[in-house]
């Protein structure tokens, strides 16, 4: 299924591709074909939500750097009029005023979103909970079982 492909070299292309979200960079560092792996995130779920997750890993990467370089700057050399040299903060407002906008729409979406239906939310809550209770009869089956016929397993009636 995965050609030549190993598990090792698959994990490698997806931690590149976090890292650069770069494909072709990616497979080289990896040593697997571009088209190889672009195969495989067609025939395989699990690759392409691997390859997926990688990609958000990246993003959410980069905006965290570009965040911070937006709210704390970036230290510049700067020529002093004596010649010598310093340091200064230099911040990017456009960069900081895009970021802002993309997190005002976020929050205006999130607020408008149509709040959780409370019958929905009951249901799940009833599904999880016979859920819970269909395994915690099983555990006591199998504490049962375990223990032999003619002893009692104690919480069970």
Known sequence: MFD???????CAFLDHLAETSNVSVSA??????????????????????GWQMAIATGYDELEFRMLKT???????????PDGSIGRATEFDDAQGLKLLMAYKQSA?????????????????????????EQIRQRLDAGAADKAGPDSTVPGST
């Open 70 to 80: 937006a709210r704390f700057g970036t230290i510049k050399p700067v020529k002093r």
């Open 108 to 132: 205006e979406k999130s607020r408008s979103d149509p709040p959780a239906d409370p019958l929905a939310a009951r249901g799940a809550r009833e599904q999880l909970a016979a859920t819970l």
């Open 28 to 49: 080289k560092r990896a040593g697997v074909s571009r088209s190889a792996v672009y195969r495989l995130r067609a025939s395989c779920p699990a690759f392409s939500h």
């Open 4 to 10: 030549s492909l190993s598990e090792e070299s698959l």
